[in-house]
């Protein structure tokens, strides 16, 4: 796959059909600290990692979950600059459909508005692919929440939970095997659920997460470290529980 | 984005059809008005009458001409109806970006100037008598005008529209420094009344929104409630 005449132009495809700058983007977006997402009944969650900050750096300029318009929020994996020139087309975006229709954007809107941006990327001359993956939830006028992954190569698609970025994998399996719906059923259920799945790859510890939880016509509220610490300390009792019955079971 | 949706047009294309048609139905629709906005220790009370006319003909006599720009800023509107609606609208917008963008919500003075940016540079296409004012956390209250042509300035008191004429004499007799909110409000109402009493392009209720940090307290004066002035 890799230092072949065939990853040097974006347009250029390779004999066995490989379009390889956006393979090497979705590398990128694989060495990214890693974000998770989940859609409960009413409420959307979206977790990232927080990297440790070199002492002297001020922590708040790292801000890897962002509000869209005031009903979309969204997270991502890889390229932060990529990241941030795709954050503010996508919020003038917002503002310029409500301004012609008068009406929010529906997230599946401004995801493909997002998509489509991406995938120009990877169609023409001169120009490399963006190096991020994008989750953006949300919810649509009529009360229906949303969340989306997007890709490097412009292709999205619509998930009830799931992660990108590094151990993306490992999380998604923790979501397979726990999710259901009566998990997500109520708000702390759905947090829960998302800062466990985090923590499966993620040292344990409220200052290594961020969260951020959106309802219906209601604005982004960030999590603030106390509730962090008590809801990591509820993981953490839960999963000795869960530990502990193992080991009475053998 | 504003560029797009403010290309110059001609006000009236008028044709051989019009000269049958009542000439209501071929004016431009203007909110000959009366619009004035008051700072006091606090915030801002604005107010407006409520006819928007076609000529003679009141196509609109409970127009709400008291626009929310952001959640703590108002445009009071005079002029053309359509312009003016079409500019409101834009400023609104950029300032939803900006506050998304910026994680706070705007002050009063970019909103203004951003009104003023429009007014001035498509001055020749546009008839839009404006006044802006709102509270935010690093001034407090402020009304700026910004009357035909797209000059910009800060005023403790701002009238425009056709009812303004008329009271240019009372508000310099009446107005005083630090009044508090009610009579703020009084002195809008007052005001506005003897306005539209005189101004044949003015009328219907009184319209008032009081703006401070705890956000918008609308009210509506009917005609029957307004104060009673010297009838003659």
């Not at chain 1, 002297?56 to 997270?75: F, G, N, P, S, Y």
């Not at chain 1, 992660?163 to 726990?178: C, D, I, P, Q, Y």
């Not at chain 1, 960030?222 to 962090?228: G, T």
């Not at chain 2, 004499?169 to 009493?197: R, S, W």
């Amino acid at each position: 796959m890799s230092g072949s005449s065939y990853d040097r132009a974006i347009t250029v495809f390779s004999p066995d059909g490989h379009l390889f700058q956006v393979e090497y983007a979705q590398e990128a977006v694989k060495k990214g600290s890693t974000a998770v997402g989940v859609k409960g009944k009413d409420v959307v969650v979206l977790c990232v990692e927080k990297k440790s900050v070199p002492q002297l750096q001020e922590e708040r300029t790292v801000r890897k979950i962002c509000i869209l318009d005031d009903h979309v929020l969204m997270a991502f994996a890889g390229l932060t600059a990529d990241a941030r020139i795709l954050i503010n087309r996508a919020r003038t975006e917002c503002q310029s459909h409500k301004l012609t229709v008068e009406d929010p954007v529906r997230i599946e809107y401004i995801t493909r508005f997002i998509a489509t941006l991406k995938q120009r990327y990877t169609q023409s001359n001169g120009r490399r692919p963006f190096g991020t993956s994008c989750l953006i939830a949300g919810f649509d006028m009529d009360g229906t929440p949303h969340l989306y992954l997007t890709d490097p190569s412009g292709t999205y698609t619509e998930w009830m939970a799931n992660a990108t970025g590094r151990s993306a994998k490992t999380v998604r399996e923790f979501l397979e095997k726990h999710y259901s719906e009566e998990a997500v059923s109520t708000e702390e259920g759905s947090i829960k659920l998302v800062v466990r799945a985090l923590l499966e790859v993620v040292q344990s510890g409220a200052k290594n997460v961020e969260v951020a939880i959106m309802k219906h016509s209601e604005p982004m509220r960030m999590l603030d470290i106390s509730s962090l610490e008590k809801i990591v300390a509820e993981i953490e009792k839960e999963k000795e529980e869960e530990a502990e019955k193992k080991k009475q079971k053998k | 984005m504003a560029a797009a949706v403010l290309s110059s047009q001609s006000v009236n294309q008028a044709s051989h059809i019009d000269a049958l048609k009542p000439s209501w139905l071929s004016n431009e629709v203007l909110t000959g008005t009366s619009i004035m906005a008051v700072e006091f220790d606090g915030g801002v009370v604005v107010g407006a009458d409520s006819r928007t006319s076609m000529g003679t003909y009141v196509s609109n006599r409970v127009t709400d001409k008291l626009t929310r720009v952001t959640d703590r800023i108002y445009c009071c509107r005079s002029g053309s109806a359509a312009d003016t609606q079409a500019i409101a609208d834009i400023v609104a917008a950029q300032m939803e970006l900006l506050e998304v963008t910026m994680g706070e919500p705007p002050r009063v003075r970019v909103a203004a100037n951003t009104f003023k940016e429009i007014c001035y540079n498509y001055r020749d296409s546009l008839m839009a008598g404006i006044i802006v004012a709102g509270w935010d956390k690093a001034i407090g209250g402020q009304v700026y005008t910004i009357p035909l042509g797209g000059m910009i300035v800060r005023q403790p008191v701002a009238i425009g529209g056709s009812g303004s004429t008329y009271v240019w004499g009372h508000i310099d007799a009446t107005y005083k420094p630090n009044m508090n909110k009610q009579e703020t409000v009084d002195f809008v109402k007052n005001t506005l009344t003897l306005a539209l009493t005189r101004d044949g392009s003015s009328g219907g209720v009184v319209r008032v929104a009081v703006i401070t940090k705890d956000g918008v307290e609308r009210q509506t004066f009917l005609h029957n409630d307004l104060p009673q002035f010297y009838q003659g």
